[in-house]
């Protein structure tokens, strides 16, 4: 009945969202994040402790103003991916402008496949979305909702343009089959992970990250390129692509770990650039231990 109940609020805010403009519907989604920034007292504790511990040069009130954009942001992600559903293609690629894409070109001339990474920051929902009407489809790592209703309309707007989304279950083998065919896989990489994961610095603390993107990088060659969905006036979008991080050069037993240590190191100078566009409010840091070292991919 709980997840029937969200469900119909969702498509209520569906339909209204249908009427408006992108700009309102963005300025919407700023009032909403700002309210819930009063009202979730439970995540607005973490976010201003994860602050504290990132930026502890800033003031008290620095981190509070920083807290309030990232719950503004938030809104205003959540109210514009609904918005999506009932945009064509066609007006969704309007919005979408593009740097770097010189670089996924050059990737792709390499024929084994691309890997491309960001974190849960700016609209990363957006990437994969507005990537596939520009450039061609990719497939997208992510864990199913827990209400089946919410699940199965977000996989409509992540699949609309063509990407596919491959879920935990046999997903290296999948992604293995996508590089094998050329194609592009996008990982997020800032989740706190309990297996298969490497311990990092990211804003000087150690955080337990997943090991897959760098060790299938190791394994098959292909190039891993940091990728970013900024904001931009009258709802508008810039997609980001950086140049490709280079490898180890050398094979050893802490190649993943350096490998991700490297990915890590550029969301984290995109965070530090933008901390409200970055999801304070997840426990990212959880463990004072690393876990032992990750066998190197074969």
């Known amino acids: 009945m709980r997840y029937y109940l969200e469900f119909t609020l969702v498509r209520m805010v569906s339909g209204c969202l249908r009427l408006m403009p ?10 909403l994040g700002v309210l819930a920034a009063f009202v979730d007292r ?16 800033r003031s008290p009130a620095e981190r509070r103003r920083v807290l309030r954009a990232m719950f503004a942001h938030f809104g205003r ?28 070109r050059q990737a792709y001339r390499q024929r084994r496949g691309v890997l491309f990474f960001t974190g849960h920051f700016g609209y990363w929902e957006m990437l994969a979305i507005g990537f596939s009407l520009r450039v061609e489809p990719v497939a997208v790592l992510a864990r199913p909702l827990d209400n089946p209703h919410l699940h199965a309309m977000l996989e409509r707007i992540r699949t609309r343009s ?40 990211f804003f000087d603390r150690p955080a337990a990250t997943t090991s897959a993107l760098a060790a299938l990088a190791l394994r098959t060659g292909a190039p891993v390129i940091p990728t970013f969905a900024l904001p931009l006036p009258r709802g508008r979008y810039r997609l980001v692509f950086e140049r490709p991080v280079p490898p180890p050069r050398e094979r050893g037993p802490d190649a993943i770990r350096e490998f991700t240590q490297r990915c890590t190191d550029v969301l984290e100078m995109y965070v530090r650039r933008d901390p409200h566009l970055w999801l304070w409010m997840h426990r990212r840091w959880r463990d004072d231990e690393p876990p032992p070292p990750v066998e190197q991919a074969s």
């Open 162 to 201: 063509g990407n596919t989304v491959i879920y935990r279950q046999g997903a290296i083998r999948k992604v293995l089959r996508e590089l094998e065919a050329n194609h592009g896989v996008a990982f997020l990489i800032d989740q706190h992970m309990h297996t298969d994961a490497v311990h990092v610095d």
């Open 42 to 57: 439970f995540h607005r504790r973490i976010a201003l402790e994860n602050l504290a511990q990132a930026f502890p040069s």
């Open 22 to 31: 992108i700009t309102m519907v963005r300025a919407c989604g700023g009032g």
């Open 77 to 104: 992600l959540l109210l514009e991916l609904i918005k999506f559903e009932a945009l064509s293609d066609e007006e969704i690629a309007a919005r979408v402008d593009i740097e770097g894409e010189e670089h996924v």
